[in-house]
Nanobody
């Protein structure tokens, strides 16, 4: 069974940066359908941040482009989320999500990101 482990969350001041990582075990990027980042702020719905689509292209939500960057490390089966110029409204639990070729979905445990002075 695929396992996803996120890391890199924490407390950061407005304007700061954080890099989240999601390591996938028992699978490889060549064996997945898609892999992406979601976030959920307090009292709000789950929001797609971006990720790898079936074509292999990496997309980021339009509202986050310019501040958030997603990259992949094929050798380590890891998806990274680089977040720059962070704002208080970026405060959320960030989740890694994967869909395998047969449509099975997997979620990481989530990592808290708090942007506050």
């Amino acid at each position: 069974q695929v396992q996803l482990v996120e890391s890199g969350g924490g407390l950061v001041q407005p304007g700061g940066s954080l890099r989240l990582s999601c390591a996938a075990s028992r699978t490889t990027f060549s064996s997945i359908y898609s892999m992406d980042w979601y976030r959920q702020a307090p009292g709000k719905q789950l929001e797609l941040v971006g990720g790898i689509v079936p074509s292999g292209t990496i997309n980021v939500a339009e509202s986050l482009k310019g501040r958030f960057t997603i990259s992949r490390d094929n050798a380590k089966n890891t998806l990274h989320l680089q977040m720059d110029s962070l704002k208080p409204e970026d405060t959320a639990v960030y989740y890694c999500h994967l869909i395998d070729p047969i449509g099975q979905e997997y979620w990481g445990q989530g990592t808290q990101v708090t942007v506050s002075s």
